[in-house]
């Protein structure tokens, strides 16, 4: 299965989602892998930092760019393909939206970061999905948002990934080591999203 991370705003965990969905597709046993597909490089530096110090990440980081995009996930075997894209390239996000067969847009949960989400997810020809991001599921504005999107009929992951400060943490780290939180139900969504699409 292949997924795109992707939305038009930037800073709205694309990278810290696509490397954290592979190390939890990796632990529930399938194999994963990454592209990274934005110039800024950030998931290959990941890789890198992981890498060099000695705790290489538990699967692929590979490069590619709006030319190579398509070929290199059609050349993929692996079951779980993430993309991981650049905010505000709108060929990096076609290329990836039209490479993957689901696209997850991670959001923030205020007004502006939901109307950037909503937006992007509107523009979408790929069956898509919002992932509420860095939430706190006692703070109002999370319910709201999902009431929003429950409202605007935009498919949203029951599963929501809490704002915690070891995510951040774990930035370049080889994440063998890190709870998953919610990034394993993320797969389980997935794969059952995955399922209804090939239905
Ligand atoms: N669940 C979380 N809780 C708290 N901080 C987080 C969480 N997930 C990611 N972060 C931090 O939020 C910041 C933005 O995340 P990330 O770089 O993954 O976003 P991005 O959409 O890939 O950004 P860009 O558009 O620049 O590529 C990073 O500093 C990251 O470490
Ligand atoms: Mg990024």
Do not use: C
């Not at 992932?131 to 935009?154: C, F, G, N, T």
């Amino acid at each position: 299965m292949r997924v795109a991370f992707l939305n038009t705003k930037g800073g709205v965990g694309k990278t810290s989602s696509s490397l954290m969905s592979a190390e939890a597709a990796h632990r529930a046993g399938y194999s994963s892998a990454v592209i990274d597909a934005d110039p800024q490089g950030s998931a290959s530096s990941w890789a890198e930092a992981a890498e060099a110090a000695g705790t290489p990440l538990n699967f692929s980081v590979t490069v590619a760019n709006r030319a190579t995009l398509a070929k290199t996930a059609e050349k993929s075997t692996v079951d779980f393909l993430f993309i991981d894209t650049a905010p505000n390239d709108p060929a990096i996000i076609d290329a990836a939206a039209a490479a993957a067969d689901m696209v997850v847009i991670p959001t923030g949960t205020t007004i502006a970061d939901m109307d950037r989400a909503m937006q992007t997810y509107e523009a979408m020809t790929t069956p898509a999905a919002i992932l509420l991001w860095r939430v706190d599921p006692r703070h109002q504005l999370y319910k709201q948002s999902r009431e929003m999107l429950l409202d605007a009929d935009i498919a949203v992951f029951t599963t929501a990934i809490p704002d915690r400060q070891e995510i951040n943490r774990a930035w370049h780290t080889d994440l063998s080591g890190a709870r998953l939180h919610g990034y394993d139900e993320v797969i389980t969504e997935l794969s059952a999203a995955m399922r209804v699409l090939t239905d």
